[in-house]
């Protein structure tokens, strides 16, 4: 069964601080994708990032960084000098191989993390 | 705008009314998603749309909720005899046609769903 955990509910941090949010999951497929969103106050659902299984390179994009590990299937999001304007509720999502028989594929989010960034 | 479309952005149902909820995907793209989130929940998946065809409907409720997306128009998530408990947003994502496996969904900014 595939299944993604985020254990930390809410986090506060005052701004300037770094920040990591936790994200674990479980799947028994060789090939998976994996991805981050960000849901700020406003209510939509933006992208953030992809990586797939095979590329355990981390990633920096301006003050996001992520940390893919396999070996502890983890894919954690780090915020340095974080700001208000990043707090958000923050969503960790694993996506399956394409199933065969209806050649869909298979979405798992966990239940988000919410940031409080203060000023 | 070329999102993700959808609306109404919140609606207002007393128990027992219908709610219709409208989801018009990117530009180009055919394959539609709709996803539940409670009140400081996750998003769960609710049912995954070709045009006019249902692909996988695993995450609706047998009762009371169905899904379209017809040859023309706008995806429709239909809610019959809401109960409080519906009471939700509900998100549409939509994906092209042929879309790489690494191919994140784009969601809309979806419809707040309050039964009183």
């Known amino acids: 069964a595939q299944k993604v955990t985020q254990a930390q509910t809410e986090i506060s941090v005052v701004e300037k601080e770094d920040v990591t949010l936790d994200c674990v999951y479980e799947?028994?497929?060789?090939?998976?994708?994996l991805f981050w969103y960000k849901q700020p106050p406003s209510g939509e659902l933006v992208f953030l990032i992809r990586?797939?299984?095979?590329?355990?390179q981390n990633e920096i994009s301006g003050r996001y960084s992520w940390n893919f590990q396999k070996s502890t299937s983890s894919f954690n999001f780090t915020i340095t000098a974080s700001q208000v304007v990043d707090s958000a509720v923050y969503f960790c999502a694993l996506k399956g191989p394409r199933v065969l028989s209806s050649g869909t594929y298979k979405y798992i989010f966990g239940t988000g993390t919410r940031l409080k960034v203060l000023a | 705008n070329a999102g993700v479309m959808q609306n109404p952005r919140h609606l207002v149902r007393r128990r027992g009314q219908e709610a219709r909820l409208r989801c018009s995907p990117m530009?180009?793209?055919?394959?539609v998603y709709w996803y539940r989130q409670l009140p400081e929940e996750g998003l769960k998946f609710m049912v995954y749309?070709?045009?006019?065809?249902?692909?996988?409907e695993s995450g609706m409720p047998k009762e009371r909720f169905s899904a379209e997306f017809p040859k023309e128009g706008p995806s429709i998530l239909r809610i019959q005899q809401v109960v409080r408990g519906d009471s939700a947003a509900y998100f549409c994502?939509?994906?092209?046609?042929?879309?790489?496996?690494?191919?994140?969904?784009?969601f809309g900014n979806g419809t707040r769903l309050t039964v009183t």
């Open positions: 994502a939509s994906s092209p046609r042929i879309t790489g496996e690494d191919s994140p969904l784009h």
């Open positions: 749309l070709q045009k006019e065809n249902i692909i996988d």
């Open positions: 530009k180009g793209h055919s394959h």
């Open positions: 990586r797939n299984s095979f590329d355990e």
């Open positions: 799947t028994r497929d060789t090939t998976y994708y």
